[in-house]
């Protein structure tokens, strides 16, 4: 009696860790969240890693990028028993070409690849692994260094040749393969690619760094507090500013900011802008510290 109300028990439970799984499915996103969820129970752990189709997609970004070596590498894959569909591996500096050779080989129906900024690889070995996925349609591979024209036009050609399928193309500008963004501007984005006259890499054509229009010689140009980057007007009047130089930091760059503590005249406190750049900050007279007399 006592083990038939246990084995009750653990059906019970059983069946409602399946059903929280099928719920947060959706929304787990990353290898670590899935790492993270093994920790809440036993039974959730058993349910994760025997849930083939939770691991179908395996991300691993930063923080756990760099401690991914192959053999972990394989040992996640293989839980998709053969099924592994989308592979995504940002700044896995550790992951080498014999690495990703072993997933691509138990994997062969991979239909994403993206690995930007895995410096261990090679376009050779990269190269060899698209060669043998036949239903391959996306490959990210900025930041992998030694791809040259042939390798990307022999890549489109023969296994990816649907547009924006590789995220790096040959920059009609400079010849070199770099990521050549879009452009926000109504009359480029009317025009076929290959026609657009600012088609270029970010080293070609000024842009914009929050909407990467393209700034010509009758645009306003923005400086932006980061130092080298520009934005258009539009986006320039969004952004808050320093409180000392009227410029504003571009989103990606927006944690340089040092928060200014709010006054206690909360009027005035929303009145005015509530941090300074680091150019400011560093500025002599403008940090507190420097009017500090260390002199004895
Ligand atoms: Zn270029
Ligand atoms: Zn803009
Ligand atoms: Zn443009
Ligand atoms: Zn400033
Ligand atoms: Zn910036």
Redesign the pocket.
């Known amino acids: 009696m006592r083990t038939e109300e246990k084995e009750e028990e653990e059906e019970q439970q059983w069946r409602s860790v399946h059903e929280v799984l099928l719920i947060v499915l959706p929304y787990l996103h990353s290898l670590f969240e899935l790492l993270s969820m093994t920790r809440v129970s036993r039974s959730f752990r058993d349910a994760i890693r025997d849930e083939t189709a939770l691991w179908t997609n395996v991300v691993v970004e930063p923080p756990l990028s760099s401690r991914l070596t192959d053999d972990t590498l394989s040992e996640i894959t293989s839980k998709s028993a053969g099924k592994l569909n989308t592979l995504i591996l940002r700044q896995c500096l550790r992951v080498t070409d014999n690495g990703l050779r072993r997933v691509i080989d138990a994997n062969p129906l991979i239909t994403k690849m993206i690995v930007p900024g895995c410096t261990e690889l090679t376009p050779e070995g990269i190269m060899k692994c698209v060669s043998s996925l036949t239903k391959l349609e996306t490959l990210h591979i900025n930041g992998v260094y030694g791809f040259t024209k042939h390798h990307i036009s022999s890549l489109s050609s023969t296994y990816l040749p649907r547009e924006g399928s590789i995220d790096v193309e040959v920059c009609p500008k400079c010849d070199e393969v770099r990521m050549i963004p879009s452009c926000s501007r109504r009359s480029c984005k009317q025009r076929q690619s290959k026609e657009r006259k600012c088609k270029g890499c970010w080293f070609c054509v000024s842009r914009c760094v929050e909407c990467s229009v393209c700034l010509g010689p009758e645009t306003e140009v923005q400086e932006a507090?980061c130092g080298g980057d520009v934005l258009c007007l539009e986006c320039w009047i969004v952004l808050p500013?320093?409180?000392?130089?009227?410029?504003p930091y571009c989103t990606s760059h927006s944690s340089l900011r040092h928060e200014i503590a709010s006054s206690d005249d909360a009027a005035a406190a929303a009145a005015r802008p509530m941090f300074?750049?680091?150019?400011?900050?560093y500025r002599e007279g403008t940090n507190p510290y420097d009017a500090f007399d260390y002199q004895i």
């Not at 500013?241 to 009227?246: L, T």
């Open positions: 507090a500013k320093c409180c000392f130089c009227n410029k300074e750049c680091q150019a400011c900050y």
